[in-house]
């Protein structure tokens, strides 16, 4: 009996929903690592402490550092699983069901999304706990700035998923792709102060509008106030979906 794509859509979820939470590697890395690096990063950073000059010209924030962590290992996890579902052949035979290319990658991302979801309120609550007074960030807000970042940043993650060969090369593919957007984003110096080229490349790296959004939201500001960030995360999402399901190989 064939099922309804919406319907697999929620059973192929479930199923690896189910999967992940059986390693308990990847299920503890994912939820409790980047509380630990907020942690470690904003005691070194002095998080609660009076900023002198020099960390005020930092833009460094430990709290959205962990928050595109969350993303990146979500994007490193999806490459993972397809590849090893590519090699096995477990794809192969997904080709005979009614499951297309977005509906496979969909479940993924849903899968990816809820613990990405997970480890943010472990990390928000960390935070509560470890700096009371000074994680005041509108917790919705933020919660919503990470979910539309992680979607977009994962749509890159589409691309490389759908044509990368083998599990062996998943990692340094996803570690060659990912690190350097996340140099570029302006996590750790001002964007502005990149050359004109690397401005441009950024300008097409979720990562670069996600850092953004997230400093806006945490400062306060809102999404208004960065409502084109918040836009080319959308745009970007559209873009590299569109191309992942063109390029998509499922042998």
Avoid: C
Wanted: proline share 5%; no cysteine.
């Amino acid at each position: 009996m064939r099922f309804p794509s919406l319907r697999g859509f929620w059973k192929l979820s479930w199923l690896e929903a189910k999967i992940f939470a059986r390693e308990p590697g990847g299920f503890v890395v994912t939820l409790i690592m980047p509380a630990i690096m907020f942690i470690i990063l904003g005691r070194a950073f002095g998080v609660g402490r009076p900023q002198d000059a020099v960390a005020a010209a930092t833009p460094f924030n430990s709290a959205i550092f962990a928050a595109i962590v969350i993303a990146i290992n979500a994007v490193q996890s999806l490459l993972q699983i397809i590849a090893i579902y590519r090699e096995g052949g477990i794809l192969k035979r997904l080709r005979a069901t009614p499951l297309s290319p977005v509906t496979i990658l969909g479940a993924h991302v849903l899968v990816k999304l809820g613990y990405a979801v997970l480890s943010l309120i472990v990390l928000l609550i960390a935070g509560r706990r470890m700096f009371p007074g000074v994680v005041q960030v509108n917790t919705l807000s933020f919660t919503l700035g990470v979910v539309l970042s992680t979607m977009s940043i994962l749509s890159v993650g589409f691309v490389l998923a759908s044509v990368v060969p083998t599990s062996r090369f998943a990692q340094m593919v996803g570690a060659m792709v990912l690190y350097p957007m996340l140099a570029l984003s302006g996590l750790f110096f001002s964007a502005e102060s990149l050359p004109s080229f690397l401005k441009v490349a950024g300008a097409f790296m979720p990562t670069t509008h996600a850092v953004t959004l997230l400093y806006g939201i945490w400062d306060g500001r809102g999404w208004i106030a960065h409502w084109e960030s918040a836009a080319m995360l959308v745009v970007l999402f559209g873009v590299y979906t569109a191309i992942s399901t063109r390029v998509f190989r499922w042998e």
